[in-house]
């Protein structure tokens, strides 16, 4: 069974950098297909996509937030990390990692993790 795990700092400074990490255990995190995926969802709206890498590193970013993200992974800890630089209070939302594939007919996420708060604020 597929576990994930968002692990960093629930309160970041404006223009400060948020790091999180993700942590998966079981299943497999080589899989060529595979999207390890950041989402968020700021308070009252809805999901919002941050970006995803493969396991080869090919990384994709959302394109509002794209100048401010980077993902990276580490396959053989079985970690991937989001850092969005320049964080403002808009920032402030319950962060998820997820386990995703890209198919012919679309992106799907099987695993998710628990979700961690992150509020900017001074």
């Known amino acids: 069974q597929v576990q994930l795990q968002e692990s960093g700092p629930g309160l970041v400074k404006p223009s400060q950098t948020l790091s999180l990490t993700c942590t998966v255990s079981?299943?497999?995190?080589?899989?060529?297909?595979?999207?390890l995926s950041w989402i968020r969802q700021p308070p009252g709206k809805g999901l919002e996509w941050i970006g995803s890498?493969?396991?080869?590193?090919?990384?994709y970013y959302s394109q509002s937030l794209d100048s401010r993200t980077s993902i990276s992974r580490d396959t053989s800890k079985r970690q991937f990390t989001l850092q969005l630089s320049s964080v403002t209070p808009e920032d402030t939302a319950v962060y998820y990692c997820?386990?995703?594939?890209?198919?012919?007919?679309?992106?799907?996420?099987?695993?998710w993790g628990q979700g961690t708060q992150v509020t900017v604020s001074s």
């Open positions: 997820a386990r995703g594939f890209a198919t012919t007919a679309g992106n799907f996420y099987d695993s």
């Open positions: 079981g299943g497999s995190v080589t899989t060529n297909n595979l999207l």
């Open positions: 890498i493969t396991p080869g590193g090919s990384a």
